[in-house]
């Protein structure tokens, strides 16, 4: 099958999580199809990122680069045009010539389209060619939840682009043929009637790369890691730092909290102190999973399946995290991880496995097994392309 996929971010390095998704799924598929690969991209491609993602496409690879002042002509533009601002960040119109002309010379027998972001250029094209449109993620949901929490001052901005990207993610619906969504949960938040039609297709985990290293000497009693730009993540954080871990310490005075993860924000860097460490970017993230005793992910806003708690649950590492993050996983309280809500409650959970050795080990036993045998990339791409194959034909 030719298979032209669209992606808003080159896939590599794998420090996001719909780079990670993308990547997996390209070279699950590149072993049967022939890609051709359409990404945006902000930033210049070093040779190790065009090497790890060129073989995979047998069908061309094109990249168009993204600059500041385009962009911000675009949000300006989306702005006025009530489109959301999600959407105008992505969308360029010298891109969209490019995507033009590769449906005309590709002349794709499928295209796979990753978020809604990239959906606007997909529809000139509606109903001209087999279609599907990764969700991934719902937006609208994630952008309410920041409005609810954000300083009443921004509030309007964030309630504004939660109201447009609900809409814009039920109109997008209709441009496609099919549908997935990385989560059950995720899929009840689209405002669309035929929502139930929208194929929840996971994650995985690469458990081969992700193992148990026990030389790593465990310096932490408590890590969180992530993309440390990105809003979900930089409330985690400042949540664990400022909430739970002072209650944690309550009882364990030597804890100790690494925050690990790519381009911290300033709010973010201003929680380092003789009891966090903010690393920043890691050359390999195994190393701070090994590094720690327990893996907390408060996640608070946000949407979709937190890949930090897979990797962190087959590298053997007792887990704590909230309904929220759980609701998309899937894990049992008690089995698989342990699930509170509050900064009490959380910190209880994490002052239990810090006090019982045995449990915490018992905990993180069944929590590698649950991952290992429920996310695998495998079985979940296969899934996506028995969907774009039976939709081909």
């Not at 210049?44 to 995979?56: G, N, S």
């Not at 993309?227 to 400022?242: I, R």
């Not at 309280?333 to 045995?358: F, T, W, Y």
């Amino acid at each position: 099958m030719k298979l032209l996929v669209l992606l808003s971010r080159f896939p590599f390095p794998l420090d996001k999580g719909d780079k990670l998704r993308a990547y997996h799924q390209l070279r699950y598929l590149a072993e049967r199809h022939e890609i051709c690969l359409f990404a945006l991209s902000d930033e210049a491609l070093t040779a190790e990122m065009d090497a790890a993602v060129r073989p995979l496409c047998r069908g061309g690879l094109t990249v168009h680069r993204l600059y500041k002042p385009g962009i911000a002509a675009n949000m300006t533009r989306a702005l006025a045009t009530g489109r959301p601002l999600q959407v105008g960040y992505f969308y360029d119109a010298q891109a969209q010539r490019k995507v033009d002309e590769l449906l005309r010379t590709f002349r794709p027998e499928h295209v796979y389209c990753q978020l809604i972001r990239m959906a606007e250029y997909l529809r000139p094209h509606a109903g001209k060619v087999p279609m599907t449109l990764d969700y991934m993620d719902v937006f609208s949901a994630g952008m309410a939840r920041r409005a609810s929490q954000a300083p009443r001052w921004q509030r309007p901005v964030f309630a504004l682009e939660a109201k447009r990207l609900t809409a814009y993610e039920a109109d997008a619906f209709d441009w496609f043929r099919h549908h997935t969504i990385i989560s059950d949960q995720d899929r009840q938040l689209i405002q669309h009637p035929r929502r139930h039609e929208i194929r929840v297709v996971l994650n995985g985990i690469d458990a081969d790369n992700f193992r148990p290293m026990p030389e790593v000497a465990q310096e932490y009693e408590v890590l969180f890691c992530g993309n440390m730009s990105y809003h979900p993540n930089v409330d985690a954080a400042a949540f664990l730092a400022e909430e739970i871990l002072p209650l944690v310490r309550a009882r364990h005075p030597e804890a100790r909290l690494l925050v690990a993860g790519t381009t911290p924000a300033p709010r973010v860097l201003a929680l380092a102190s003789e009891h966090v460490t903010v690393s920043g970017w890691v050359p390999d993230i195994r190393a701070a999973y090994a590094s720690a005793r327990v893996f907390v992910a408060p996640m608070r806003v946000g949407t979709g399946l937190q890949n930090k708690l897979l990797e962190a649950m087959a590298m053997h590492l007792p887990c704590v995290t909230t309904p929220l993050a759980n609701n998309a996983l899937g894990g049992t309280d008690g089995q698989e991880l342990r699930v509170a809500d509050s900064a009490p409650e959380l910190a209880r959970a994490i002052i239990g496995l810090l006090d019982d050795a045995a449990a915490a080990e018992a905990l993180a036993a069944r929590g590698q097994a649950f991952v290992k045998a429920r996310y695998t990339w495998a079985g979940a791409t296969a899934q996506l392309e028995a969907l774009l194959v039976a939709r081909t034909l």
